[in-house]
Structure formats: C-alpha cells, structure tokens
C-alpha cells in the first residue's frame, strides 16, 4: 500500500505488474484514448478503469481520494509521479548516510549485501 513513502519501490511493482498483463501503454502514454467514434473506444475505457481500479487499490485512502475523479490511468500516473517522483537533497543525503553507516556486524554477507543493493538501488 502506498503511503506517499517509498515511490520509487510503489513505481517499480507497479510497472512490473502493468507490464506482466500488457497494460503498461496505459500510463507510459504509448496507447493514446481512441476517439470516440473508434471500434476500440469502449475496449479503451474498460482497460483504462480497469488499471484506474487497480492503482486506487494499493493507494493509501488520503491519496487515492486526490485522484478518485481522474479520468485516464496516464494522467494518474502522472500527477504521482508529480507529486512523489521528485527525491529531495534531505532524501538523497539520508539515502547516501545510510549507506555510508551500513555494517556487515552480525549479518550473513548475502544479507548485508542485500541490504547494501537495496540502498542502491534506492540512490
């Protein structure tokens, strides 16, 4: 569940997840809404509040409200990414310190490791 922490991590399960059932030209903006007169109109806005659905429901209540009367899954996509894709100085530096102060201690070395790709990852 999304809480306004942790996009990065949110994005990249979503995209894998829109990716794995081919849906992921709904928000990457490669599948453009057919006008309205089209054959594919209606398969159209059935995938798209299809998607819409499934976004609202691993969103936090608070954020899923802000976004309830979007009307395209791209436009959604956008305005968190808007809203949340943007990492701070503070974020970058509190990333950058916990890496810096990451210790293998007691931890296996795959563990550590993980840890450590993780933090990475997330830089």
């Known amino acids: 569940m999304f809480n306004g922490t942790g996009y990065a991590n949110w994005k990249r399960s979503m995209i894998i997840g829109l990716t794995a059932k081919n849906k992921m030209c709904f928000v990457d903006g490669t599948l453009a809404k057919p006008v309205i007169t089209s054959e594919e109109y209606k398969s159209w ?4 509040s299809m998607i819409i659905g499934w976004i609202i429901s691993v969103l936090e209540p608070q954020i899923a409200a802000s976004i309830l009367y979007v009307d395209s899954a791209r436009e959604i ?4 990414e808007e809203r949340y894709g943007q990492a701070t100085s503070a974020q970058v530096y509190a990333l950058q310190q916990e890496v810096f102060q990451t210790a293998q201690d007691n931890l296996h ?9 993780k933090l990475w990852d997330e830089l």
């Open 109 to 117: 070395i795959a563990e550590y490791y993980t840890q450590l790709k």
């Open 45 to 48: 806005c059935r995938c798209n």
């Open 77 to 80: 996509w956008l305005d968190l």
